[in-house]
């Protein structure tokens, strides 16, 4: 469980693939359009990202910025749990690809250890306003020094899956499809929940996969800034709002018996899917998840299922993740990395990307595109009052280092041998002193 992050949770829930296509050419083709100006003199061009295989989004929005700039691109995809090892290793050697993908919790420390280029002459040049992207995105990427360190191009806010089925067959209300309902508490939930559970683990009233998104859902939604503070000087998950939200979600399974013992949630993590299938095949009558979990559902749950908010207690909040690109400092030709990113969030890609209607493009007008079909969710449009509602985990150069510490006792919290407040507050110290750099 210590090494569970919000990529993880995607491994788990199905979101990425695991094949390696790693120096992939994309032939160049005559200009058609579709990749502007083409930034540099250079015809190759080299991108690194992780699971991005033949027949995926971002892949075909990378071979259309190639044709469309008159480009060879060498797609260097890396299996998601070695990314992070080897993306520090190419930056180090002196051979930086023209741009990469970057993993948003780490882009603080990135930018901090200078590897990272400062995007704002770009965005100022092309005319970039703020104002057409969702906020939660668009601001995502401003430092501490106001350098714009990264540009994200999809977002992924948390949401609750619902099986309908289970909902109609144990005579319960569905949540309010409205965001801004004043009902459907935390109370609300561990009620509906009780109702929906079958005994001997028939069903499960719900699962929360234990992961950095609850870390962040739940104790913001209980009136905290979330895993640290927004100055990210303090570790607020072992402060009063933290704690209390984290033994909740803990007490799921310890006391009221509606979730599975989370040993049994943590080894699902080494089965593609698990958690998307528990929902799928009616195991499970609630899922705490991303938006980025719809394809899979909807290519292959057995049961009926939709999208509705987060349960509320001080607020009513969820957590936002970013698929995100950025420009290596070193990058040969940071022209067409521009270029490239530029494209990745413009119109043409978001077509694109928003398909699978699993990951929002950023620009504001891509909600057009995330209406419902014939397939569910029918509640799509659900997924841009999320997002305006999210927020981004706080940040700090020095997360890597901080989760490696808190993260383990979190095990104690969710086999019931230590309450959350005694648990985060034994690593609470050690936690501020990494965050302070001293660690």
């Known amino acids: 469980m210590t090494e569970i992050s919000r990529r993880s949770v995607l491994r788990a829930l199905g979101i990425t693939g695991g094949a390696l296509a790693t120096g992939l050419p994309l032939a160049a083709c005559g200009d058609n359009g579709a990749g502007g100006g083409g930034g540099g003199g250079s015809k190759n061009a080299s991108f690194m990202t992780w699971d991005t295989n033949s027949g995926t989004p971002l892949y ?32 180090s050697s002196g051979a930086a690809p023209t741009v990469i993908r970057i993993n948003d919790d780490y882009v603080r420390g990135y930018y901090a250890e200078g590897s990272l280029l400062d995007l704002r002459p770009y965005l100022e040049k092309d005319g970039i306003k703020p104002d057409d992207y969702f906020p939660v995105a668009y601001n995502f990427a401003k430092q501490p020094d106001g350098a714009h360190a990264a540009w994200p191009i999809m977002t992924n806010p ?8 289970a909902f109609a067959e144990a005579g319960v209300e569905l949540p309010p499809k409205d965001w801004a309902n004043s009902g459907w508490t935390w109370d609300d939930f561990v009620e509906a929940a009780k109702k929906l559970t079958k005994p001997n683990g028939e069903r499960w009233g719900a699962l929360v996969f234990p992961d950095t998104s609850l870390e962040t859902v739940f104790p913001v939604s209980n009136g905290g800034d979330g895993i640290y503070s927004k100055d990210a000087t303090r570790f607020t998950l072992a402060e009063p709002q933290g704690a209390e939200a984290i033994q909740w979600v803990a007490d799921l399974a310890l006391k009221h018996k509606v979730h599975p013992d989370f040993a049994t949630v943590t080894a699902g993590r080494q089965t593609p899917n ?43 909040t969820t957590v936002n993740t970013l698929t995100v ?32 209607r699993g990951f929002m493009p950023v620009a504001k007008s891509s909600a057009s595109l995330f209406v419902a079909d014939d397939k569910a969710p029918a509640n799509l449009a659900m997924v841009t009052q999320a997002l305006g509602n999210a927020v981004n985990e706080n940040f700090s150069r020095y997360i890597e280092r901080a989760r490696t510490i808190y993260r383990p006792v979190l095990d104690d919290v969710w086999s019931g041998k230590k309450s959350a407040e005694e648990a985060l507050g034994s690593v609470k110290q050690k936690v501020e002193d990494v965050l302070a750099g001293k660690g």
């Open 158 to 165: 948390g949401i609750l899956i619902c099986n309908t089925d």
């Open 60 to 91: 075909n929005v990378a071979e259309n910025w190639a044709k469309g700039a008159g480009k060879t691109i060498d797609i260097q995809s890396v299996p998601g749990d070695d990314y992070d090892t080897k993306l520090r290793t190419v930056l």
């Open 325 to 356: 690109l950025a420009v290596p400092k070193a990058s040969k030709d940071p022209d067409a990395a521009w270029d490239f990113l530029k494209y990745c969030a413009g119109a043409d890609a978001a077509k694109l990307l928003a398909e699978s």
């Open 274 to 316: 698990w958690a998307l299938s528990q929902l799928g095949t009616g195991k499970v009558a609630m899922l705490l998840s991303l938006t980025s979990g719809v394809p899979y559902l909807r290519k292959n749950a057995k049961v009926k299922w939709d999208i509705f908010p987060t349960p509320m207690k001080v607020n009513r």
